[in-house]
């Protein structure tokens, strides 16, 4: 018997079959040991020496791995084909030969880039031994990763507390989110005009040409800069003596783009299906692993972690067959195409991301997949297709027109064609969005056909568009737009992007709207304290230049250990250096970097860190329990605070600073005013009286913009909560209002959610009555909450007892068996969940709290499982929150 070990058990029954009876195929579950998340774990002083840890579920994983191969003849790690697979197989040997669980038994290790049935056998036939290099890469990044994480983040929390952690290639990542942020916010409009006329030529067939020039000047897209200079064109025009000068027509020839790496589909898939880099790497992994296709489970495409784009010449040859079969012979280039990739540091140890076999076409598995796993396969299937076929053939067109009988104005006018569609026929490339004012002529003009006209021919104006317009900022990064900047710029690898992004946001750093990336102040202010103090290790280059090193550690060019000591002397001195620094001097250095977010240009053109109530002190970033805060220097005579920056909607509206006032309220009387607090923007209704009366406040809601706020929505929060009207059963009344955990309406006691704050102002007594009808038939109690209904049911539990589902709580999604609930990962969304991910989480579940139908039947498990543990120290808790 020979033992084979793969990563997922997906994949390693897939490959059970494949290989027959004399087989055994094992899954290990991914990594199975990792560094403990303590001190002491990687050791500089001690060579760099490292301790490993395997957790609990791995431990028994790793127990039944043992004693197959004790029985085995032969051992063969099969795990995925880039480093961290290399990784893998070496953890679960190096646990094996402590385990004594191999003896003197062959250890044979074989890659595959496609789990497909010749794919594997292939891979069988040519095994080899654990490459050390790889292995050696992978330490190098791991002990790096650590060594950061572990001597950073402690002095993040003594110096700026709030700050969660700071990591190697985290941190870079959120320094760019946060230059953009910066770019944004400083950014200018610049006002331009433009100037363009609708023209008819004598064989007929409108079009419209834009002034590139006036009185012997060439005119740039913001070359107009007033109404006064673009009516000057505009009279010149009105003469109305427009003529032909010149008629230019050259072909064009687009080649396709390259096949998909990690990044490009990661990019594609957002642009065109909307999915997150997440969920596509998520879609891709059942893609690669197999789907049941005629009684066998066969993958579909190759493996999904790559950043080549060179593809095996037996799939190009299969290719320009599937294009001559599904398009014609005239698709078909006269040559193969060959890609190099032009990312900076690209690896390129695996082929490009294809289908498995280019015969499959999309509607012929089409019933085998689900709707995200078709479009998926589909973009994948298209983009392979696209990238072996015959260039797009155009016809570009250029007309130069003179206007005007006393100051010329010189019109140009494009127009594009398609005269053979070549890969166009497959697949066109999407394009992220960019400024208007940032295009090209040719990007503005690529559409459309001119009428046919001759030089010298006159033409007839049919109205004149004088526009005024202003320069945009730069956009936001998406999830899609941050990868491709990554790579371009050599930092992280296609295995670390979407962890990478996930940690931004568990963290709190960054958050998602709109699908942009919108830095928090908490990001904000990490990134603003590595830049001062530790510069160097959130500079681009000097991350893509570590990359670059780990890269050659895996070619075997340098030695793994001297990267380390290299980084780790001048790392550790730096880190040295910080021990004294004061925290009044992190915050005026925080002060001077976040200046144009945190205290932004008064309207009145004041000094913007003038306090707001005294007048006489200055406005500076305050450390609290809570976090950071602005703060008046003369604390405590003034108690002046508010929030870093307040804003609703994240599109860069302006801080409320201070107090403004709204305007007064008809019944009362009194003045109502938005004011910022520690806790964020409220509203206030009239002053505190002499006798010690509050006045009435309320809080503005997630979402919206304190700044843009008007009268009419601030009288609406200050009336919650509202009567909405009495109860057709009971003549109790039913109010709305907005509460701890969102908008609710309540009855008698009972609370029911809505679905958003609106809803509160608008909410009638059926809908009301509704929601309070299906709180109670969910099982709330008078201030219990419901059982959320089921996002999705996964089926039967494998072991019986009712079906399993997925739920929205009041803490996250959950997965849900009878009376146990099992929170889904932060890296699991409820639509990716699948019932074995769900069984296993109900199994872990169920055994931390003694109960469940699993864990009934093992006696001596129960018994340990019920053992007290002793709590984890605030040290140790703190420490664990800095690995990665």
Same mark, same amino acid.
């Given at each position: 018997m020979h033992l084979v070990i793969v990563e997922s058990p997906a994949k390693a029954k897939t490959i059970n079959k494949y290989l027959g009876p004399d087989y055994q195929v094992l899954a290990s579950y991914g990594h199975v040991r990792d560094?403990?998340?303590?001190?002491?774990?990687? /050791?500089?002083?001690?060579?760099?020496?490292? !301790?490993?840890? $395997?957790?609990?579920?791995? #431990?028994? &994983?790793?127990?039944?791995?043992?004693?197959?191969?004790k029985d085995a003849d032969r051992l063969i790690l099969a795990t995925?084909? @880039?480093?961290?697979?290399?990784?893998?197989?070496?953890? $679960? +040997?190096?646990?094996? /030969?402590?385990?004594?669980? +191999?003896? @003197?038994?062959?250890?044979?290790? $074989?890659?595959? %880039?496609?789990?497909?049935? *010749?794919? $594997?056998?292939?891979?069988? *036939? %040519?095994? &080899?031994r654990i490459d050390d290099a790889l292995v050696d890469a992978y330490l190098a990044r791991r002990a790096l990763d650590y060594l950061v994480g572990f001597t950073l983040s402690p002095v993040l929390w003594r110096k700026l507390p709030g700050a969660r952690s700071a990591g190697r290639v985290q941190s870079v990542a959120l320094r760019l989110v946060c230059d953009r942020e910066n770019e944004i916010e400083v950014f200018k409009p610049r006002e331009y005009w433009s100037v363009a006329v609708t023209l008819e030529p004598p064989k007929g067939g409108r079009f419209v040409a834009r002034a590139v020039g006036f009185d012997g000047k060439k005119l740039g897209r913001l070359d107009i800069a007033n109404e006064d200079e673009a009516r000057a064109v505009e009279a010149a025009l009105k003469s109305g003596d427009y003529r032909v000068l010149s008629v230019e027509a050259k072909p064009l020839r687009r080649s396709p783009p390259p096949p998909f790496t990690t990044s490009t589909l990661q990019q594609e898939a957002s642009r065109k299906l909307g999915f997150a880099a997440a969920r596509t790497m998520q879609i891709a992994q059942r893609l690669y692993e197999g789907i049941e296709l005629g009684g066998e489970t066969v993958g579909l495409i190759t493996y999904m972690r790559t950043d080549g784009v060179q593809v095996a010449p037996e799939a190009i040859s299969g290719a320009r067959r599937a294009i001559a079969q599904n398009f014609g012979d005239r698709y078909v280039p006269e040559n193969p195409r060959y890609y190099q990739t032009k990312a900076k540091n690209a690896q390129e140890a695996h082929e490009a991301i294809r289908p498995t076999d280019l015969f499959r076409r999309p509607d012929s598995v089409r019933r085998a997949l689900d709707d995200e796993q078709f479009k998926l396969y589909d973009l994948i299937w298209k983009r392979m297709m696209a990238s072996q076929m015959a260039a797009a053939e155009l016809e570009r067109t250029t007309v130069e027109i003179e206007a005007g009988s006393g100051r010329k104005v010189a019109l140009r006018a494009t127009g594009q064609v398609v005269r053979f569609d070549g890969y166009f026929a497959a697949y066109t490339e999407g394009r992220d969005d960019v400024p208007v004012s940032q295009r090209s002529d040719a990007e503005d003009d690529e559409d459309g056909r001119l009428p046919p006209m001759d030089v010298g021919d006159r033409l007839t104006e049919h109205g004149i568009e004088v526009l005024q317009h202003f320069t945009e900022p730069p956009p936001r990064y998406t999830e899609a737009t941050l990868i491709k900047k990554m790579e371009e710029l050599g930092i992280g690898r296609p295995?670390?992007?979407?962890?990478?992004?996930?940690?931004? =946001?568990?963290?709190?750093?960054? =958050?998602?709207?709109?699908?942009?990336?919108?830095?928090?102040d908490k990001g904000r202010l990490v990134t603003a304290f590595l830049e001062s103090f530790f510069e160097r290790y959130v500079e681009y280059d000097f991350t893509a230049d570590l990359e670059e090193k780990l890269d050659k550690i895996s070619n075997g060019e340098i030695p793994w250990k001297d990267v380390l000591r290299d980084f780790w002397r001048q790392f550790s001195n730096d880190v040295d250096q910080t021990k004294e620094l004061r925290v009044?001097?992190?915050?005026?250095? +925080?002060n001077e970097l976040l200046g144009s977010h945190i205290f932004p240009a008064r309207a009145d053109g004041g000094d913007p860190r003038q306090c707001p109530l005294c007048g006489t002190g200055k406005l500076s970033l305050k450390l609290g329990k809570y976090g950071a805060f602005i703060g008046c220097s003369n604390y405590p005579e003034c108690r002046y605070t508010r929030q870093l920056a307040v804003s609703g909607d994240g599109?860069?509206?302006?801080?409320?600073?201070?107090?403004?006032?709204?305007?007064?309220?008809?019944?009362?009387?009194?003045?109502?005013?938005? &004011? !910022?607090?520690?806790? #964020?923007p409220y509203i206030q209704l009239g002053e505190a009286t002499d006798d010690g009366e509050k006045p009435k406040r309320a809080s503005i809601p997630k979402g919206w913009d304190a700044a843009s706020l008007d009268l009419e929505r601030a009288l609406a929060l200050l009336s919650l909560p509202r009567l909405v009207g009495l109860h057709p059963e009971t003549g109790k009344e039913i109010t709305a209002g907005i509460g701890r955990f969102g908008p609710f309406v309540l009855h008698d006691g009972t609370y029911a959610n809505l679905d958003s704050v609106e809803e509160v102002f608008s909410v009638g007594i059926n809908r009301a009555v509704s929601v309070l009808a299906e709180k109670k038939a969910g099982g709330g109690g008078r201030r219990g909450r419901a059982t959320p209904k089921a996002l999705k049911e996964l089926g039967e539990h494998p072991n019986g007892g009712g079906a399993v589902t997925v739920r929205d709580g009041k803490y996250g999604p959950y997965v849900s068996h009878g009376k146990v609930n099992a929170t889904l990962?932060?890296?699991?969304?409820?639509?990716?969940?699948?019932?074995?991910?769900?069984?296993? +989480?109900?199994?872990?579940?169920?055994?931390?709290?003694?109960?469940? =139908? /699993?864990?009934?039947?093992?006696?001596p498990k129960a018994a340990k499982s019920a053992a007290p543990k002793k709590a984890p120290s605030k040290k140790a808790t703190a420490k664990k929150k800095a690995n990665g």
């Open positions: 560094l403990p998340s303590k001190d002491g774990s990687v /050791r500089p002083d001690d060579d760099f020496s490292m !301790s490993w840890e $395997v957790d609990a579920k791995s #431990g028994k &994983r790793l127990s039944d791995i043992a004693a197959a191969a995925d084909p @880039d480093r961290e697979g290399e990784a893998i197989s070496w953890h $679960v +040997l190096e646990v094996l /030969r402590a385990k004594k669980a +191999l003896k @003197d038994k062959p250890v044979e290790r $074989v890659v595959f %880039n496609a789990i497909t049935r *010749q794919a $594997v056998l292939e891979a069988m *036939q %040519n095994p &080899r295995s670390t992007y979407t962890a990478t992004l996930s940690v931004l =946001r568990d963290r709190g750093y960054v =958050r998602l709207e709109k699908k942009q990336l919108i830095p928090e009044s001097e992190v915050l005026e250095s +925080l599109n860069g509206e302006g801080a409320l600073n201070g107090t403004k006032e709204l305007g007064t309220d008809p019944e009362t009387g009194l003045m109502v005013t938005v &004011r !910022s607090g520690r806790f #964020g990962p932060k890296d699991v969304t409820p639509d990716a969940v699948t019932m074995e991910q769900a069984v296993e +989480l109900l199994a872990t579940k169920a055994g931390k709290s003694g109960g469940g =139908r /699993r864990k009934a039947a093992a006696k």
